[in-house]
């Protein structure tokens, strides 16, 4: 049912069944049809645009006070500024008014470009930007307020002085070397209590010369390096040692290459050598004592010191810093047999007591004089060097694995050749 305000809507032809109280072209229709017949045109205004209760209620009339509260509380945008000088009834809201307007009309070329149009400077209608001129400071204006002051406190010294210059009432301290003149006239002593100052400086620059201690300097002959090598300069260190070992023996063939472990591998040549004990020993003191081993920090190989695999060549590994040590692979090298448990020290050892144990109880000796004889023998087991065969197997077998490193090192054209 359509909803009627003040009236019915008018009965005729021209209100058609599928009428639509929502649409307003048929609403002005119905209207004017109305309005001809003489009917409530009120009847025919559509839903949304028909007085509801808030059309009814009065005007808020307290918007100018809250404007004025909120101007004069924090933490908001209404400034003081905006209220008008003579506030009077709805003239805060007339003057809020005409600013909201003037926001909203102040580009507008056709309605204000003309009424913001200065008469000193036609070409600039609205006067948003005002032609000035900047005039910058002189770069000199600090100084030459300074040398202002200068002169006003010269001016005023010379005045209170009466035109001399200030001189002080004790006449200057002179030093020991220092006469007094016949017109310096008395010269005043200084007392015991002025040196007070002097003599607590001078005892506290004597305790802290006690007090501090003397650089430090690590116990034994090495030398504390600040850096340690890094492998950048493995060409340099292996060059420098070199050249110091060609110093040390002059005639001899030496060449310092890496191996497949990055360690260094210096050889020489057994026929250009004097002997071979005598290298030996000097490469142990070499690497232990000396400046270039100390500084690039070289460890010696255990496994492939001094191996010599029969190619007319001897071979000293060393490991650079750089080159994290293997030491399990190490200790496996020096001592193969401990590889498997049957061939071990401690199992080899408890055989041997045990064949000696039977052999002896077999023999008729006494249990106590076995035992004793068996406990003696253990400790003498463990104090005793390696068999000789053990010792040359494990040197052949070193050797060779330094010399297929050597050989093959020197075939790929390694550095110190």
Known sequence: MQETYGGELPAGPSVRGDYNPDDPLAALGLGASAAAAGSDVVGAVPRYAAPNLASCLPVYTNQEQDFIVRTFGAGNYDMLRH?????????????????????????????????????????????????????????????????????????????????????????????RHQEIGPKSGYVYLAGPHEDTEDIRQAARAHDE???SNPPFVPAGTQKLSGEVPTRLEATSMMRAIKKALEADWEGAVISIFENEHDCWVICFQEATVDGLEGLAAYMNVFVRTHALAIGYKLVRVVEYWGSSPGDGCVYFVVRPPWVAPDRLD?????????????????????????????????????????????????????????????????????????ASAASAVRAAGGPGQ
């Open 83 to 175: 209220l008008p000088d003579d506030i009077r009834v709805q003239q805060v809201n007339a003057n809020r008014t005409a600013r909201q307007e003037a926001v909203r009309t102040f580009l507008l070329p056709g309605t204000l470009g003309s009424q913001l149009r200065l008469k000193s400077n036609p070409e600039n209608q609205q006067g948003l930007f005002a032609p000035f001129e900047y005039i910058p400071s002189r770069y000199s204006l600090a100084a030459e307020l300074a040398s202002k002051e200068r002169v006003a406190n010269e001016t005023t010294r010379l005045a209170v002085g009466r035109g001399q210059e200030w001189k002080p009432v004790v006449a200057e301290r002179l030093q």
């Open 330 to 402: 190490t200790f496996f090298k020096l001592h193969p047999e401990e590889r498997d448990w049957r061939t071990s020290f401690p199992v080899v050892e408890m055989e041997a007591e045990r064949r000696e144990r039977r052999k002896a109880l077999e023999a008729g000796d006494d249990e106590l004089e076995v035992e004793s004889r068996l406990r003696q023998l253990s400790i003498k087991s463990q104090h005793a060097p390696p068999p000789n065969t053990l010792a040359s197997q494990r040197s052949v077998k070193g050797a060779g694995l330094a």
């Open 209 to 211: 010369a006690g007090i």
